[in-house]
């Protein structure tokens, strides 16, 4: 009886917190401060939530990548795919082979770095937009350096990822692309084709738990959509916040455990 209690209440928990994070990703982002820790308190070992949490959140990238096809510019797009599949697999490859108990003391220094680039990317992309408003010659950066920068993002992304969309869109910044909507666009395609590596890695290193996966992708994808609807009403820098504080509290519910 107790442990039918339990099943349900692992179910139930997976349901709420993968809804919320499809509302936070639609409307601020974040939504694996969420639906990581949701994986791991329903008993999901460390590597195989962080693998199932990838492959469940990762559709809505892609669609996001649809939504924002005509902001990619193309003489970059070599020089990103590069990087997001190299950087991918990689990160994805040294995950499995890191040791639980090793990641799971890992995982609040990840969700605290996370929640802290989180915080500060809203006044750099208020910076980043106040200079894309500026009149400026667009040039081709150099493409190896910025390679050479981009990858260990990526490898990021593969191993872990939250807040990673920050760092893409600085390192892409530092090179000379000031174009928000071109920003965006890159971002979003750099963590869908890291990750997307990382879930095929994932997919047939057997690490993902299928049951748990499908679940949280169908109502990630319900909150993703409720989370559109109300995106353009609520003020971004509240959303932000909240998601910081989240992360935060995440982050030292994990220091308080592996202490």
């Not at 669609?63 to 950087?87: K, M």
């Not at 697999?89 to 609040?108: D, I, K, M, Y």
């Not at 997307?196 to 690490?207: E, H, P």
């Amino acid at each position: 009886m107790i442990s039918s209690f339990s099943t349900h209440w692992h179910y139930i928990w997976l349901v709420v917190a993968s809804f919320i994070a499809g509302v936070m990703n639609a409307m601020a982002g974040g939504g694996s401060f969420i639906s990581f820790p949701a994986m791991l308190s329903i008993g999901v070992a460390p590597i195989q939530a962080n693998a199932t949490n990838t492959v469940a959140l990762w559709p809505g990238q892609l669609t996001s990548v649809a939504a924002l096809r005509g902001d990619l510019r193309r003489d970059l797009l070599p020089v990103v795919c590069a990087a997001s599949v190299l950087g991918g697999v990689s990160g994805a490859v040294v995950l499995l082979n890191t040791r639980q108990v090793t990641f799971l003391h890992l995982v609040p220094w990840l969700l605290l770095v996370a929640s802290l680039l989180f915080g500060i990317s809203g006044p750099v992309s208020r910076w980043l937009r106040a200079r894309s408003a500026e009149p400026h010659v667009v040039k081709a950066p150099a493409m190896v350096p910025l390679f050479l920068v981009l990858l260990p993002v990526c490898f990021y992304i593969g191993y872990f990822g939250a807040g990673a969309g920050f760092l893409i869109m600085s390192a892409l910044a530092l090179f000379g692309v000031e174009e928000i909507h071109t920003l965006n666009s890159l971002k979003v395609l750099a963590a869908c084709l890291s990750n997307f590596c990382a879930v095929v890695t994932f997919v047939f290193s057997g690490a993902v738990i299928w049951h748990y996966c499908l679940i949280s992708m169908v109502f990630a994808a319900v909150g993703g959509y409720v989370g559109a609807q109300y995106a353009r009403r609520m003020n971004g820098d509240v959303l932000r916040t909240i998601v910081v504080i989240t992360g935060c509290v995440m982050a030292a519910y994990f220091f308080w455990k592996n202490g």
